[in-house]
């Protein structure tokens, strides 16, 4: 069976798509502390809570989609998402004022096209 090569046609609408499809799906550390939910979002640099595991999570997407649209309007790409492995030595470097990495690690999924300004 032989192979088919995809036309420049087809390979710059992949592109096309790839700019359009905006959401990715960022690691986060989430642990509970005084009765709230800390969040710490690596690839951001994000510091961010909630009062329950459900608001700090959407704590969470909202931080980071905003925070990926002034990204965005300075120019900036946006940081592709650390795999677990990675999340988990990064989040050890700061052990020292908080360890996020006795909470949950978990993925926070966001479409930045919802955060794009009007």
Do not use: C, W
């Not at 090569?5 to 359009?20: A, D, E, H, L, Y």
């Not at 990064?90 to 993925?107: N, P």
């Amino acid at each position: 069976m032989e192979l088919k090569r995809k036309s420049k046609k087809s390979i710059n609408r992949g592109v096309v798509f790839m700019q359009k499809n905006k959401k990715r799906a960022y690691p986060a550390f989430i642990r509970e502390d005084e009765g709230m939910q800390l969040v710490y979002v690596l690839d951001f640099a994000i510091f961010t809570e909630g009062h329950d595991l459900v608001d700090a999570i959407e704590m969470a997407r909202d931080a980071i989609g905003m925070t990926g649209k002034t990204y965005e309007e300075d120019g900036k790409e946006l940081p592709e998402p650390s795999d677990y492995e990675e999340a988990i030595k990064r989040a050890e470097l700061i052990k020292s004022d908080f360890d996020y990495t006795k909470g949950y690690l978990t993925l926070v999924d966001v479409d930045f096209q919802l955060f794009d300004r009007a």
